[in-house]
């Protein structure tokens, strides 16, 4: 442990006094006790070829590093896309499945209706489509952090609440679907009534995302 908090301590400039300093040391005694020959020329030019050398992997160093942050914040830009297109997912499965229950209304379900059998197909769909989803967004921010990115820690609180909202939406969707495929027209009313309430909210925090993810979210996340 205390090795690598030495080792992080190292910069550039401790290593180059290091390396003058035992520069100076040898040519100090090269000239002044064995002359200037050609063993001295050499010396000088693998000098400079070190040098050279040195600085080219400083600037790899940082041309790799700043390619590295560019990357990532292009993950995290796809993974804030992720975020909206959930959004607008889980509006389109919230419509669809309103408009189910309103085709069917209070009256018994007709299993051979082909109007129905469409619109359940619809919406099975969308919330599938939404369901994957939400598993590529939650693996996504995974990713990030192969990129060398984390969420910062004041913004972390807010986005995991939303990322649950998100998600919660995906159970709550599913049991109304499984409401609309109840037979007995009033059983079905009464169910989604009592249900319909927490459909709606859960459905609005989807909807409610902090204006700071649409202008500034680059501020959402932070090199590690």
């Not at 992080?8 to 520069?23: M, Q, V």
């Amino acid at each position: 442990m205390n090795i690598k908090i030495i080792k992080d301590r190292i910069r550039l400039s401790h290593i180059l006094c290091i390396f003058l300093g035992s520069l100076l040391t040898m040519y100090v005694d090269v000239l002044f006790l064995h002359g200037y020959d050609s063993s001295t020329t050499s010396a000088i030019m693998d000098t400079v070829m070190t040098c050279t050398a040195v600085y080219a992997i400083v600037k790899v160093k940082d041309w790799y590093t700043d390619k590295i942050n560019e990357k990532g914040f292009e993950q995290a830009n796809i993974y804030i896309t992720l975020f909206h297109e959930a959004k607008c997912k889980a509006e389109l499965l919230h419509l669809n499945i309103s408009q189910l229950y309103e085709h069917l209304g209070v009256q018994n379900l007709n299993l051979s209706d082909s109007d129905y059998q469409k619109r359940l197909s619809k919406v099975e769909e969308l919330h599938s489509d939404y369901r994957d989803h939400m598993l590529k967004l939650r693996s996504h921010l995974e990713i990030l952090r192969v990129w060398n990115l984390q969420v910062h820690p004041d913004k972390e609180k807010k986005l995991y609440a939303s990322i649950g909202h998100l998600h919660a939406f995906t159970v709550t969707s599913y049991d109304m679907i499984q409401i609309c495929k109840d037979v007995n027209g009033m059983a079905r009313k009464n169910t989604w009534d009592f249900k319909n309430i927490s459909f709606k909210n859960n459905y609005a925090t989807t909807q409610f995302l902090p204006s700071e993810w649409l202008t500034s979210w680059r501020e959402l996340f932070k090199v590690i």
